[in-house]
């Protein structure tokens, strides 16, 4: 038996953990333990209704993390007294938590070209915030007593992981591998980006570990599995990545909402998906919201059935009352929904979008972040969905509604969008998904890569 911590970016999104998650069950099912460290809101339930453990790493900025980075959360949390069992007493606390938060940050922009850029976006430019991550993952994974970390882009746990010599595998879409043209593939690249590179190399050097050229050469493990195919994530032979196809969560017995097997089966079924409408802090840079708000105004008054789900996090209050159309769940089975759907309407999110192709149902993509533009010009290319366009106005986000309407209007009529989806997840099927994933994972522990007792 071998034990494997599954480590993700501790975003709070779902993403990841769709993908990390039938993986995780196919090991767990050959006869390994499984353990989590994805800390933030809405993963950490998606792990606990999946029935494993999650490891929450010991350090106050996963507590701030934990209370989805609101000032209101961690005065919450402090209140609440938990700090003292944690560390002992408020100074304690204070004095791990103030040099770990982050205060330099790249420019708000609306261009994000790579995971570099991501991530000077999202603190990596702080070189305390840095090493608190590494140190708080470095003493999960010994804790743990992890063989293998199996990760989904964290950066700060390949770091631990080397530092304590435990094998890493990870698994990536392929605009996040170092050869890969990054999210904005189809311009040319501006050479005055803030790259985080510098300040990872600093805490690599405390390490004495040799330093890197890309901040991408950290989502590269001993194996590194990538989602998708040849032609929804292009890479060049030489980037020595094995393609899995898609990788989706359901739980086994998975059904539908009640009140959804009432929809009428004489009518079109449009399944909206925002995402997280809003992460919260003054960035919008990664929010969703005007998904929402746009297929409210697009949909309302059209001969459609529409169910908005937001991925176990709250509906905006804002947008209430719906629609008499629309229909609201929280969360839902993906595939389930997917194959009950028409059209996808959604933010362009690499799993949303791997479910529509994987279903065979057409998507309408609004991407409202330069990731979710890449892989929806990948699907708009192959002819299994389309675009509209988000103006990305400082501060805002804005759809034209008038397009949007005569989109999907479009795409649910034509049916060489839902003939292309389903010629595509056929390809997505044929490279094994989950199973393969874990098949492969097991080979590598297989062959030496795992120490006998570590």
Same mark, same amino acid.
């Given at each position: 038996?071998?034990?494997?911590? @599954?480590?993700?970016?501790?975003?709070?999104?779902?993403?990841?953990?769709?993908?990390? $998650?039938?993986?995780?069950?196919?090991?767990?099912?050959?006869?390994?333990?499984?353990?989590?460290?994805?800390?933030?809101?809405?993963?950490?339930?998606?792990?606990?209704?999946?029935?494993?453990?999650?490891?929450?790493?010991?350090?106050?900025?996963?507590?701030?993390?934990?209370?989805?980075?609101? $000032?209101?959360?961690?005065?919450?949390?402090?209140?609440?007294?938990?700090?003292?069992?944690?560390?002992?007493?408020?100074?304690?606390?204070?004095?791990?938590?103030?040099?770990?938060?982050?205060?330099?940050?790249?420019?708000?922009?609306?261009?994000?070209?790579?995971?570099?850029?991501?991530?000077?976006?999202?603190?990596?430019?702080?070189?305390?915030?840095?090493?608190?991550?590494?140190?708080? $993952?470095?003493?999960?994974?010994?804790?743990?007593?992890?063989?293998?970390?199996?990760?989904?882009?964290?950066? @700060?746990?390949?770091?631990?992981?080397?530092?304590?010599?435990?094998?890493?595998?990870?698994?990536?879409?392929?605009?996040?591998?170092?050869?890969?043209?990054?999210?904005?593939?189809?311009?040319?690249?501006?050479?005055?980006?803030?790259?985080?590179?510098?300040?990872?190399?600093?805490?690599?050097?405390?390490?004495?570990?040799?330093?890197?050229?890309?901040?991408?050469?950290?989502?590269?493990?001993?194996?590194?599995?990538?989602?998708?195919?040849?032609?929804?994530?292009?890479?060049?032979?030489?980037?020595?990545?094995?393609?899995?196809?898609?990788?989706?969560?359901?739980?086994?017995?998975?059904?539908?909402?009640?009140?959804?097997?009432?929809?009428?089966?004489?009518?079109?079924?449009?399944?909206?998906?925002?995402?997280?409408?809003?992460?919260?802090?003054?960035?919008?840079?990664?929010?969703?919201?005007?998904?929402?708000?746009?297929?409210?105004?697009?949909?309302?008054?059209?001969?459609?059935?529409?169910?908005?789900?937001?991925?176990?996090?709250?509906?905006?209050?804002?947008?209430?009352?719906?629609?008499?159309?629309?229909?609201?769940?929280?969360?839902?089975?993906?595939?389930?929904?997917?194959?009950?759907?028409?059209?996808?309407?959604?933010?362009?999110?690499?799993?949303?979008?791997?479910?529509?192709?994987?279903?065979?149902?057409?998507?309408?993509?609004?991407?409202?972040?330069?990731?979710?533009?890449?892989?929806?010009?990948?699907?708009?290319?192959?002819?299994?969905?389309?675009?509209?366009?988000?103006?990305?106005?400082?501060?805002?986000?804005?759809?034209?509604?008038?397009?949007?309407?005569?989109?999907?209007?479009?795409? $649910?009529?034509?049916?060489?969008?839902?003939?292309?989806?389903?010629?595509?997840?056929?390809?997505?099927?044929?490279?094994?998904?989950?199973?393969?994933?874990?098949?492969?994972?097991?080979?590598?522990?297989?062959?030496?890569?795992?120490?006998?007792?570590?």
């Amino acid at each position: 038996m071998t034990t494997f911590l @599954f480590t993700t970016l501790p975003t709070n999104d779902l993403g990841l953990l769709t993908r990390s $998650l039938p993986i995780a069950r196919e090991l767990k099912e050959r006869g390994h333990k499984i353990l989590f460290c994805s800390p933030a809101q809405a993963p950490s339930r998606l792990i606990a209704d999946a029935g494993f453990e999650n490891r929450l790493p010991e350090h106050p900025i996963y507590d701030l993390m934990g209370a989805n980075q609101k $000032l209101k959360g961690l005065v919450e949390f402090i209140a609440s007294g938990r700090h003292k069992q944690r560390y002992g007493n408020l100074f304690h606390f204070l004095r791990q938590l103030i040099p770990a938060i982050p205060v330099k940050f790249a420019p708000n922009t609306r261009q994000v070209w790579d995971f570099d850029h991501t991530s000077a976006i999202m603190g990596l430019l702080n070189k305390g915030f840095v090493r608190a991550n590494c140190e708080a $993952l470095k003493k999960t994974i010994a804790d743990s007593a992890a063989d293998v970390v199996v990760d989904f882009l964290n950066p @700060f746990a390949v770091i631990a992981a080397r530092v304590l010599g435990r094998p890493v595998v990870t698994v990536i879409q392929g605009n996040f591998h170092p050869q890969s043209g990054g999210f904005i593939w189809w311009k040319p690249r501006p050479s005055n980006l803030p790259s985080t590179v510098p300040i990872v190399n600093q805490v690599l050097a405390e390490y004495r570990l040799p330093p890197i050229n890309a901040l991408e050469e950290l989502c590269v493990g001993d194996l590194t599995l990538s989602v998708g195919t040849p032609e929804t994530d292009p890479l060049p032979e030489t980037a020595h990545v094995i393609y899995i196809g898609a990788v989706l969560w359901q739980p086994a017995n998975a059904q539908l909402p009640e009140r959804l097997s009432r929809l009428n089966p004489e009518k079109p079924v449009t399944w909206v998906y925002s995402g997280n409408p809003r992460y919260g802090g003054a960035n919008d840079i990664f929010d969703s919201m005007v998904v929402l708000q746009a297929c409210i105004a697009a949909l309302a008054n059209e001969d459609l059935q529409v169910v908005l789900t937001t991925g176990h996090h709250a509906l905006p209050e804002e947008l209430l009352p719906l629609p008499d159309n629309f229909h609201h769940e929280a969360y839902v089975p993906g595939l389930a929904m997917a194959e009950r759907s028409d059209l996808l309407i959604h933010h362009g999110g690499y799993g949303s979008c791997q479910t529509g192709l994987y279903a065979g149902k057409p998507s309408v993509i609004l991407p409202t972040f330069s990731e979710r533009e890449s892989n929806a010009r990948r699907i708009a290319a192959l002819g299994a969905g389309a675009i509209v366009s988000v103006d990305m106005t400082p501060g805002q986000k804005r759809v034209d509604v008038e397009e949007l309407r005569a989109t999907v209007r479009h795409v $649910l009529t034509n049916p060489s969008f839902r003939t292309h989806a389903e010629q595509v997840g056929e390809r997505l099927r044929a490279y094994g998904g989950a199973s393969q994933a874990a098949a492969l994972v097991e080979q590598f522990t297989q062959k030496g890569n795992v120490r006998e007792g570590s």
